[in-house]
């Protein structure tokens, strides 16, 4: 038997035992089945002497004990190249899109440790994503990371696909961006592709997708594929990358499920013992550097509405803002459904967005904070009974929060009524307004959904 070769002794779910009787594998060389190269796995730990668990990248129904694999040597090389701009791939770079073969020569390993070389430092330049309530609660930093936090269906990939939308759009000439699907319905990646299809910015756009269906180590591994396209874009393309992924929560599950398969020991909470590891693995590759930048926006599942857990808290350190959506608002019909007063942002600074756009947002999140206490007395003994001044500041905020839904393009297919891209700064204005009292006098429900105040019937 050759040097490189091994022999499979176990099947157990999605993990692949061999046993190497000659020179030993490294974690993450790559493996294929001597008779059928097509069938392949990566050693992810030690298991014994000589031999060694594998993530098996293909499905496992052909694989039997006794069957001979061959190492590679080298772990999986990503295809990458302006080529995969305007496609759908998996972890191998192979087309999911039925647009024939993807032609490029140019390949990157997936895992790659962090240099000392790369330069994380925030670049200090606000990106307009022209949704209001992220836009003056929780702005977007050129070369930072945002995270939006939500359970399910309340709208985290609607408010992530509309930030793809609104920013790649307006930054073509400059700027791509690439998609990592990691865990979730194909459903959802079949829309979002066809949404971004009927936008005008899927040629500027390259996906990577490790579906729900897929098996944990695909899952897993989708997010590395897709960080490596987004890394060769920044340095050698020297293009401003924007990295969207969804979702986060999803790529620490699929690594607990392979933990779970290697008898590893977990940890007090249940998740997997390298949780943190895992996270800081892919997170401190999303940087900028002298070639180039990466802005990343991440959705993330939240279990049982629990921003406690600990696979959600585990991401909480790599992010510059913080953008929480609220069921109960879903639920009042409010979109998008941020919870302004949960969002938070490290880049919500004079020295960074201004000293107006500061004031403004610290004035309108006390504002907010003060209606939603006196909500509670109004829903007992009614809005009557509140002195001038607290009724005053209860409409006042009842309008912010109305005036901070807005209509989004991705969704004009189901609501039959067209976008709205506003820009930062008459948002701030706009909402100084309401603060200071200019529309005390126009009925709190005329601010729902509207863009510019302009639109105000009785405005001033």
């Known amino acids: 038997m050759a040097k490189n070769t091994g022999t499979v002794v176990s099947v157990r779910g999605q993990i692949i035992e061999v046993e190497f009787g000659g020179v030993m594998p490294v974690t993450r060389d790559l493996l294929t ?103 003056l609660f929780a702005p977007m930093l050129s070369g930072g990371k945002m995270g939006l936090f939500g359970g399910a269906g309340v709208g985290k990939t ?107 020991i977990p940890s007090e909470d249940g998740y997997q013992a390298t949780l943190e590891s895992q996270m800081a693995s892919f997170h401190e590759r999303l940087v900028s550097s002298d070639s180039g930048v990466i802005t990343s926006v ?5 279990p049982a509405d629990d921003l406690l857990d600990h696979g959600v808290q585990s991401i909480f350190p790599y992010l510059d803002s913080q953008v929480v959506m609220s069921r109960n608002i879903y639920q009042e019909g409010l979109l998008p459904a941020v919870d302004i007063l949960a969002s938070t942002s490290s880049v919500l600074i004079p020295s960074v967005v201004g000293e107006a756009h500061y004031d403004v947002a610290l004035r309108g999140k006390q504002l907010l904070k003060d ?43 189901q609501r039959i009524e067209q976008g709205v891209f506003m820009p930062m700064p008459v948002t701030i204005d706009d909402a100084k307004g309401i603060i200071e009292g200019r529309f005390d006098h126009i009925p709190e429900e005329n601010f729902l959904y509207i863009g510019s105040v302009k639109e105000l019937k009785g405005g001033t």
């Not at 939308?165 to 690439?178: C, I, L, P, T």
Request: net charge neutral.
């Open 158 to 264: 609607m408010l992530l696909s509309e930030i793809l939308h609104n920013v790649v759009g307006r930054r073509r000439k400059e700027a791509v961006s690439v998609f990592a699907g990691v865990g979730e319905r194909a459903r959802e990646g079949l829309d979002l592709y066809q949404a971004l299809g009927q936008s005008g910015v899927l040629d500027m756009t390259s996906l990577v997708f490790g579906p729900m269906g897929a098996n944990p180590a695909v899952r897993f591994l989708s997010c590395y594929a897709a960080v490596t396209l987004a890394e060769y874009f920044r340095d050698v393309s020297q293009k401003e990358v924007l990295f969207f992924i969804d979702n986060v929560f999803r790529f620490a599950q699929a690594g607990n499920e392979l933990s779970v398969l290697t008898d590893s």
């Open 371 to 413: 209606s939603m206490n006196l909500q509670r007395i109004v829903s007992l003994v009614g809005e009557s009974e509140l002195s001038p001044e607290d009724q005053t500041t209860f409409r006042r905020g009842r309008k912010l929060r109305n005036f901070m839904t807005q209509r989004f393009f991705v969704a004009e297919g």
């Open 298 to 302: 991440e959705a993330i599942y939240v």
């Open 33 to 135: 089945l001597k008779r059928d190269p097509t069938l392949r796995m990566e050693v992810y730990s030690s298991s014994k002497n000589n031999t060694f668990f594998c993530l098996a990248l293909s499905p496992t129904h052909e694989i039997i004990r006794g069957d001979v694999v061959v190492n590679t040597g080298s772990p999986i090389m990503f295809p990458v190249g302006s080529a995969l701009l305007g496609r759908v791939v998996d972890i191998f770079g192979l087309p999911h899109d039925s647009k024939g073969e993807i032609k490029t020569r140019d390949k990157m390993p997936i895992h790659k440790e962090v240099g000392f070389s790369a330069r994380s430092e925030r670049q200090g330049k606000m990106i307009e994503t022209g949704i209001k309530v992220v836009d």
